[in-house]
């Protein structure tokens, strides 16, 4: 049996993940938190009735197609999530996902505390930027979860006048 080609694209150290309709890419350093916020992720997804599913741990591939950036799991990896100490865990998973969130792990005092609009450039597309810091599980949830599925408090200014 022939084997299959994988489709072409760029590998990114990164882990992603879908939940309901909208990709986000964890990228971060090795020991930064990617697998626990993905499994997080899913877990809190799942606990209010949405959809959420891994899409690939530690390397994915991104495909730039149509001004959108889609994102896959190399062959070797599709449903494994990795439990640092323990290896690769089997997961549910998708196949691929439209990435609308670039959710970037880093040191504590380069995080944003307040964070304004920012994009990434992957592959030549602009894509929503957060910067979170790493190992921080929960508050990397609450991030990703506000940015996707609430929307932002706008300050209503006054009218003096009435």
């Given at each position: 049996?022939?084997?299959?080609?994988?489709?072409?694209?760029?590998?990114?150290?990164?882990?992603?993940?879908?939940?309901?309709?909208?990709?986000?890419?964890?990228?971060?350093?090795?020991?930064?938190?990617?697998?626990?916020?993905?499994?997080?992720?899913?877990?809190?997804?799942?606990?209010?009735?949405m959809f959420a599913?891994?899409?690939?741990?530690?390397?994915?591939?991104?495909?730039?197609?149509?001004?959108?950036?889609?994102?896959?799991?190399?062959?070797?990896?599709?449903?494994?999530?990795?439990?640092?100490?323990?290896?690769?865990?089997?997961v549910d998973y998708?196949?691929?996902?439209?990435?609308?969130?670039?959710?970037?792990?880093?040191?504590?005092?380069?995080?944003?505390?307040?964070?304004?609009?920012?994009?990434?450039?992957?592959?030549?597309?602009?894509?929503?930027?957060?910067?979170?810091?790493k190992r921080e599980?929960?508050?990397?949830?609450?991030?990703?979860?506000?940015?996707?599925?609430?929307?932002?408090?706008?300050?209503?200014?006054?009218?003096?006048?009435?």
């Amino acid at each position: 049996m022939a084997r299959q080609a994988e489709p072409q694209g760029e590998l990114a150290h990164a882990t992603a993940v879908i939940l309901g309709e909208c990709g986000i890419l964890i990228l971060g350093a090795s020991g930064a938190g990617k697998s626990s916020i993905a499994r997080a992720l899913i877990d809190r997804a799942e606990a209010r009735g949405m959809f959420a599913a891994l899409i690939s741990d530690d390397q994915c591939r991104l495909l730039p197609v149509s001004g959108r950036i889609i994102s896959t799991a190399p062959s070797s990896l599709r449903g494994g999530l990795e439990v640092r100490g323990s290896g690769l865990h089997e997961v549910d998973y998708e196949p691929s996902a439209v990435i609308h969130l670039v959710a970037e792990l880093v040191e504590a005092e380069q995080a944003v505390r307040f964070a304004e609009e920012r994009t990434a450039q992957l592959l030549g597309v602009a894509i929503q930027h957060i910067l979170l810091p790493k190992r921080e599980v929960e508050a990397a949830c609450r991030a990703v979860e506000a940015r996707l599925l609430h929307p932002a408090w706008k300050k209503m200014l006054s009218n003096p006048n009435g």
